[in-house]
């Protein structure tokens, strides 16, 4: 199991170490009517955004007892990445392998702090909340839009087919890695090898950085 944290800029981060508890609190929403000679009555209207949290530390040096892959961050680049996405207000796709866990989060808080005794290291905990996208449309631009779809009722309608994702590889890529990243499970990395035969070649154990690989839909 291997945690992520993926930004449309690619600057994404590999958290090398696993916290050793992650806690995802849902909540349903209620909406509560008083009712003369019944009382409360309660309606669900939806749910709350799912908040995610979990605590680890990025070491200063590598250790294989606990670190996932050698080529370890920096620990304060890797907590002022944190930030800038925080400060950012953005969303950030957090995907945990080995589990259902691949959704856009936003970064609420990320407290840390540095123990006395271990120079370089840094603790950290860090809390998310599921982000979703609403679009508010103003009054005026109802009607605009209104006013366009009236004259072009008679227009063909255009191509909404998805566009395929386009992923490019890095060094140290391999199909399973790609799969497991990009699609959630190591095993479909057979899907990702038909898609792109063409580029990849008759060994799909032979990938090079820079290659440009279709995701599957």
């Known amino acids: 199991m291997d945690f992520y944290l993926l930004s449309p800029d690619n600057r994404d981060l590999h958290f090398p170490v696993n916290p050793s508890e992650l806690t995802v609190h ?4 209620i909406e509560t009517v008083n009712i003369i000679n019944i009382g409360e009555i ?4 939806g749910d709350k955004r799912a908040e995610i949290r979990f605590s680890s530390f990025f070491p200063q040096d590598y250790d294989s007892g606990y670190c ?3 080529d370890i961050p920096d620990p304060r680049e890797a907590i002022e990445q944190l930030i800038t996405w925080r400060n950012a207000g953005k969303p950030v796709r957090l995907i945990i392998t ?3 866990v691949n959704t856009l989060v936003l970064i609420k808080s990320v407290p840390y702090m540095v123990v006395g005794g271990q120079p370089g290291d840094i603790y950290f905990d860090i809390e ?3 982000w979703r996208e609403v679009k508010v449309r103003t009054a005026a631009e109802v009607g605009a839009v209104a006013a366009v779809a009236g004259t072009n009722s008679q227009r063909p309608r255009p191509d909404t087919k998805p566009v395929p994702k386009v992923y490019v590889v890095k060094p140290g890529d391999n199909l399973f890695k790609i799969a497991k990243l990009q699609l ?3 095993s479909k990395w057979q899907d990702i090898y038909n898609n792109n035969k063409s580029v990849v070649g008759p060994d799909p154990g032979l990938i090079k950085p820079g290659m440009k690989l279709v995701m599957p839909a």
């Open 184 to 186: 959630g499970a190591g």
């Open 68 to 70: 996932r892959y050698p």
């Open 98 to 100: 080995d589990s259902p």
């Open 42 to 45: 309660d309606f669900p209207t």
């Open 128 to 130: 998310m909340r599921t």
């Open 26 to 29: 849902g909540e349903k929403q």
